[in-house]
């Protein structure tokens, strides 16, 4: 087994983690966004949170 077979095993397992526990992975992202709008002093927060928002539609995608 190769290293991309191994990374397309990493990949399945997390996507399969993510159909299953979604709520938990939106939180985190939810959580991320938190941390860096503290570290940066809210100068990024629409960026940041554009892309909290566009990587939670992605969680929900794969919930489906």
Not at 34 to 61: M, V, W
Request: proline share 0%.
């Amino acid at each position: 087994m190769g290293l991309g077979d191994k990374l397309n095993e990493l990949k399945d397992k997390a996507l399969d983690q993510l159909g299953k526990h979604g709520d938990k992975a939106e939180q985190g992202v939810d959580k991320a966004g938190e941390f860096a709008n503290e570290k940066t002093g809210g100068k990024h927060a629409e960026h940041i949170g554009k892309g909290g928002d566009a990587l939670k539609e992605q969680i929900r995608k794969r919930q489906a």
